[in-house]
């Protein structure tokens, strides 16, 4: 009896009672290098850069249009610093199609607004306008760092990274004492800390002079000893305070990963990783580090941008073969993280189709709100095909939903890639704590993200 249960009943199991030690210590390695990434890349123009830097170590070389691409060339494109297309050239022609895997490096956030600057009884702040779904309260009281930049009329931009460094001051959003804080308590979470109160403090010791604005005529000139910036040049700045934490390992047995930007950065890395891995490809492999995910993928760096077709009819340019014939061909891996199950919460999920930590990479055959809103919602043989491949490449993955029918959902960049007619499916890294200022992931569902990607990057 035992072995007709074992025969026919799909029963899921912890990725630890899976993975032998040798892999195990792989994985340990992997998760080490995401984590010195992750915690040098807290805005998308920084992951770009660092993802570029590491490219360039494995041989990648911008892409330089009408240049002939033999098998094997690696290159890449960077699209105005803020996304990323790497692309390594598959012996079969691109009228095969390819497989690309795409993540977002955007993550969410507070940006400063264009007239950012005030004082108020004395003390100086920044007015900020959020990015991306947060949840406000989360983003009070926490140490946060600027970043970003300032571009000059002169056309020079001034490149900003304060609080990174241990040295450096760090800034925060005050919140009320629980003394005085009656009427703030009865309010909802929603309207408890509002976004035009996500003000951050910037400082407090006066200009030794008589006239107005001290504090803030303080701050100015120190903005302008530091970066030779005035008031006027934050109309053309892009900043944003993210918080300041590290990223480090969590747990008595170091088995998770907090941080800030997990979402989507772990799987970004698993793809770029993947990508720099990957050895003479049948088909060729490309991988997309994509901005605007959190707000829509709007813009000329999200995913509805053309830069991407454009240069993917460049390479097929080059081959004499027509874009519409490559992506009728392609294959797509939406990498990006789902909700892992939260036992703390364990009523807006439905367990038998949540992610799990610790089970591996997780893929979503649909995401969406509602009756599959809005969702890529990818096609059974789809699935089928990702089975396959991983049980021979030895990938630990599971099948899941983000929460409950009705309880609210999501989507990703999948609709917009197989709106371009290629087959698309959602998959990545399940997170505890997703949007928060500091979410947290299982080294080993990291790890099996980056070997799924590799093994579709691998696939004939
Ligand atoms: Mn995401
Ligand atoms: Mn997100």
Redesign the pocket.
């Known amino acids: 009896m035992d072995e007709l249960r074992s025969n026919l009943f799909f029963e899921p199991k912890n990725g630890y009672d899976r993975i032998e030690t040798a892999e195990r210590i792989d994985a340990e390695k992997y998760c080490r290098a995401y984590m010195e990434f992750l915690n040098d890349s807290r805005t998308e123009r920084e992951a770009v850069d660092n993802a570029i830097r590491l490219a360039e170590k494995n041989g990648f070389a911008a892409y330089v249009p009408g240049k002939e691409l033999k098998p094997g060339a690696k290159v890449y494109q960077n699209n105005r610093g803020k996304a990323l297309m790497l692309a390594v050239i598959g012996k079969k022609p691109l009228s095969e199609g390819a497989v690309i895997a795409g993540a ?1 490096v955007d ?2 956030r507070l940006d400063l607004k264009q007239i950012p600057l005030y004082e108020s009884d004395e003390m100086a702040y920044l007015k900020t306008h959020y990015y ?2 947060i949840k406000k309260y989360q983003w009070v009281t926490i140490p946060l760092e600027l970043h970003g930049v300032v571009a000059l009329k002169s056309g020079e931009t001034v490149k900003v990274v304060l609080g990174r460094e241990p040295d450096e001051p760090k800034f925060v959003i005050t919140d009320l004492l629980p003394h005085l804080a009656q009427d703030q308590m009865k309010k909802t979470m929603a309207e408890g800390i509002t976004g035009e109160g996500l003000n951050i403090l910037l400082g407090s010791a006066p200009y030794a002079d008589e006239g107005k604005d001290r504090v803030k005529l303080a701050i100015l000139s120190l903005l302008n000893d530091m970066y030779g910036i005035s008031e006027e040049d934050f109309l053309s700045a892009e900043l944003v305070a993210v918080p300041a934490f590290d990223v480090c390992e969590i747990g008595l047995d170091r088995s998770l990963i907090g941080g800030y930007g997990h ?2 950065r772990v799987c970004a890395f698993a793809e770029l990783q993947a990508i720099l891995d990957v050895k003479d490809p049948e088909r060729t492999c490309v991988c997309l580090l994509c901005d605007k ?2 707000i829509g993928s709007e813009g000329v760096s999200g995913m509805q941008s053309e830069a991407f077709d454009t240069f993917m009819a460049d390479l097929c340019e080059s081959q004499g073969v027509a874009l519409r014939r490559c992506f009728e061909k392609s294959f797509c891996i939406s990498a ?2 789902t909700a892992a199950y939260d036992p703390i919460f364990p009523e807006v999920f439905e367990k038998r189709n949540a992610s799990r930590v610790n089970y591996g990479m997780g893929i979503c055959k649909f995401t969406g709100t509602r009756g599959k809103y809005a969702s890529s919602d990818a096609s059974a043989e789809l699935v089928a095909y990702l089975r396959s491949l991983y049980e021979k490449a030895g990938v630990i993955w599971q099948l899941c939903e983000l929460g409950k029918v009705d309880q609210g959902g ?1 989507g990703t960049i999948a609709r917009f890639m197989a709106r371009r007619n290629i087959d698309t499916i959602d998959a990545g890294v399940p997170v505890l704590s ?2 928060a200022p500091f979410e947290v992931v299982s080294k080993l569902d990291c790890y099996m993200t980056y070997k799924g990607v590799l093994a579709a990057y691998e696939d004939r």
């Open positions: 977002h993550a969410p991306g779904g979402d989507d995910e959190e990006d993280v999501g997703m949007h």
